[in-house]
C-alpha cells in the first residue's frame, strides 16, 4: 500500500496520455476545454496550454495539513522547474477535488490554504524581498519558497465568467514572469488584450482589476467583487 507522501499529485501534460486513472484524465480536459475556448480571455494562459507549459496539482480538501504538504511539495517542484526553464509562461493550476457551495465559501477556502502554506513554511524561507507582506500595501503577494505570486482562483461559483470552473482551483503565476515581460516591452500590450477580451467573454470590465503597485492585489485573488470595507484574512505574523 502506497503512503500519504507517495500519492502522485504533480502531473505534466505529456504524463496523461498515459495515465489510467480517469479521474486525473478528467480533470486535464476541464482544465483544457476552459483554456481552449476561443472565447477565453487570458492569453498567457493559453501560450501555456498551446505548448504544454503549464503544471497541474490535484489534491482533496483545502486547507487541509495532507493538501497543504502536497501542494507545498509540488509548489517548490514547480517554481525551480520555472527557473530552471526560463519560462514566460509555464504556470501551476492546483485543484481541488473538495466542493465549495458559494463564492464566499470559496474566498474562505482559498486564504485559508494560503495562510496554511504560509505558515508551514515562514520558519524557514523568508518572503520574497521584491514585494510586500500586508495585504493591505498596494505592492503586496503572496510569497511561497521566497517566491512572489499572483494567483487566480477559479470555481463553479465564480460570477465572473473567466473564473469558472468544475473544481475549486488556484492558478499561481510568478510575478517574475510579469515582470520579464515588462522588461521586454510586452507587459502593457497583453495586458490590454487579455482586458478587451475579458470584458467581451463577460459583457463587462473585471471591477477587481487593478494593476501591481495600483492598490492591493489580494481582493484579485478570489474573483469575487469585494466590498469596500474588505479586510483580508491572511496575516504573514512578520514584523514590518
Known amino acids: 500500500m502506497r503512503t500519504n507522501s507517495e500519492v502522485r499529485t504533480y502531473f505534466e501534460s505529456e504524463n496523461i496520455e498515459n495515465c489510467e486513472d480517469g479521474r486525473i484524465k478528467n480533470i486535464f480536459q476541464n482544465v483544457n476545454e476552459k483554456i481552449s475556448d476561443p472565447m477565453y480571455p487570458c492569453v498567457g494562459a493559453k501560450a501555456a496550454l498551446n505548448s504544454n507549459q503549464y ?3 490535484i489534491y482533496g480538501a483545502m486547507g487541509a495539513e495532507e493538501t ?3 501542494l507545498g ?5 514547480y517554481i525551480t522547474e520555472v ?3 526560463d519560462s514566460d509562461y509555464l504556470s501551476m ?4 477535488e473538495e466542493e465549495v457551495d458559494s463564492e464566499i465559501d470559496f474566498e474562505n477556502k482559498l486564504w485559508l490554504q494560503l495562510q496554511k502554506l504560509h505558515d508551514s ?6 518572503w520574497d524581498q521584491g514585494v510586500s507582506h500586508n495585504p493591505e500595501d498596494n505592492d503586496f503577494s503572496f510569497s511561497f519558497f521566497e517566491t512572489a505570486f499572483f494567483i487566480v482562483g477559479l470555481h463553479p461559483y465564480a460570477s465572473r465568467e473567466a473564473r469558472k470552473f468544475k473544481y475549486p482551483a488556484l492558478a499561481f503565476n510568478l510575478h517574475r514572469q510579469f515582470e520579464k515581460l515588462r522588461e521586454n516591452d510586452q507587459y502593457e500590450n497583453m495586458k490590454e488584450v487579455i482586458r478587451k477580451r475579458d470584458k467581451a ?3 463587462s470590465t473585471n471591477p477587481m482589476l487593478k494593476d501591481f503597485g495600483d492598490g492591493s492585489e489580494a481582493p484579485q485573488y478570489s474573483g ?3 466590498e469596500k470595507n474588505w479586510k483580508c484574512p491572511f496575516h504573514a505574523g512578520l514584523d514590518s
Not at 121 to 126: I, L, T
Open 83 to 85: 527557473k530552471d526553464a
Open 73 to 77: 511539495a509540488d509548489l517548490k517542484r
Open 201 to 203: 467573454y463577460d459583457g
Open 93 to 96: 493550476i492546483a485543484v481541488f
Open 55 to 57: 503544471r497541474v496539482g
Open 224 to 226: 469575487r467583487k469585494v
Open 68 to 70: 497543504t504538504l502536497q
Open 121 to 126: 513554511e515562514k520558519h524557514d524561507y523568508q
